[in-house]
């Protein structure tokens, strides 16, 4: 059993639906974890589908769900993005930008592979000051509702897994293999250092 918790970062896109589920999921099993979005802004869907409302990262879940309540509350309702907000505000007041992060992870899971090659580039850009590795995984999650929240679930036996490991560096090549053989799923998988 690893001496320490491990630190879990979960990224996507806008720090707004998969990588909240998992955080509330890993958030209700006890692990330290942290969410965030590597976009240069927050995007949710609009009234047009090719059209979405856009906000900075710096404005808090309360004050978007205020925001779309007042454009088209009942539409919002009705596709969940209200209630998600919801479930983000109990967890954090904002979303994060992974750029603006500098504290120390065991492991980084992304939710798509885009947003995996973003925070390895920004991850290799860094001054390495610990030299301490971090293990890098991308799980492809659709950014549904539904996807999120089987995505959040593999994560979660994914961090589990590496917690319950005598050595995590031999283990996860194991752990990985064991997920993809069950959720038919492949993962990216690379080890940065700080």
Same mark, same amino acid.
């Given at each position: 059993? =690893?001496?320490? =918790?491990?630190?879990? @970062?979960? +990224? ?8 909240? *589920? ?10 330290? +974890? ?14 047009? &589908?090719?059209?979405? +409302?856009?906000? %900075? ?16 509350? *009942? ?13 983000? *505000?109990?967890?954090?007041?904002? =979303? *994060? ?41 991308? +799980?492809?999650? %659709? %950014? ?16 589990? &897994?590496?917690?319950?490991? %005598? ?5 996860? @090549?194991?752990?990985?293999? @064991? ?16």
């Amino acid at each position: 059993m =690893p001496s320490s =918790p491990l630190r879990v @970062a979960v +990224v996507c896109m806008s720090n707004m639906n998969r990588s909240m *589920e998992a955080h509330s999921v890993l958030m209700k099993k006890g692990f330290n +974890v942290k969410s965030f979005g590597v976009g240069s802004c927050v995007r949710l869907p609009g009234r047009a &589908g090719n059209l979405p +409302v856009v906000y %900075d990262f710096s404005t808090t879940y309360e004050q978007m769900s205020k925001d779309l309540l007042r454009k088209d509350g *009942e539409r919002y309702r009705s596709n969940g993005v209200l209630h998600v907000l919801g479930r983000n *505000e109990r967890i954090k007041p904002h =979303p *994060e930008r992974f750029q603006e992060c500098r504290d120390p992870f065991d492991v980084i899971f992304t939710c798509q592979e885009s947003v995996y090659d973003r925070v390895v580039a920004d991850l290799c850009t860094r001054e390495q000051e610990t030299c301490q590795p971090v293990h890098v995984i991308n +799980v492809d999650i %659709d %950014d549904t509702l539904e996807d999120a929240t089987l995505g959040s679930l593999i994560i979660c036996e994914l961090c589990q &897994g590496l917690q319950q490991a %005598d050595d995590m560096e031999s283990s996860l @090549a194991e752990l990985l293999l @064991a997920a993809e053989g069950k959720t038919g799923r492949s993962f990216l998988h690379t080890v940065c250092f700080y």
